[in-house]
């Protein structure tokens, strides 16, 4: 197995979501490109992405998976719920 696996795995996360952002529309040559260039891999970055997709996921309640761009959509709520209903009673 060439290399080291684990360079990037120990950068911050903010640093791994800079990359999940930055490599999300590079083709699959430009993705290998940008790797090269930082000492990464291009299953490194598309397990962030998967981390971050789903960390989505469950913060957002979209289940467990997302089949389409569609569902990355956040849809706005018809009914309004008063954080503290008990204020608005006075």
Same mark, same amino acid.
């Given at each position: ?17 800079? @990359? ?14 940008? #790797? ?8 490194? @970055? ?10 989505? @996921? #469950? ?32």
């Amino acid at each position: 197995m060439p290399g080291n696996r684990s360079i990037g795995d120990d950068w911050s996360p903010e640093a791994k979501l800079a @990359v999940v952002i930055e490599t999300a529309s590079m083709s699959e040559a430009e993705l290998g490109a940008y #790797c090269r260039q930082r000492g990464l891999y291009p299953e490194q @970055v598309q397990r962030w992405k998967e981390a971050c997709l789903q960390v989505l @996921v #469950c913060k957002r309640g979209w289940g467990k998976r997302l089949r389409s761009s569609k569902e990355t959509r956040v849809k706005p709520s018809r009914t309004w719920r008063a954080p503290y209903p008990l204020l608005l009673m006075k």
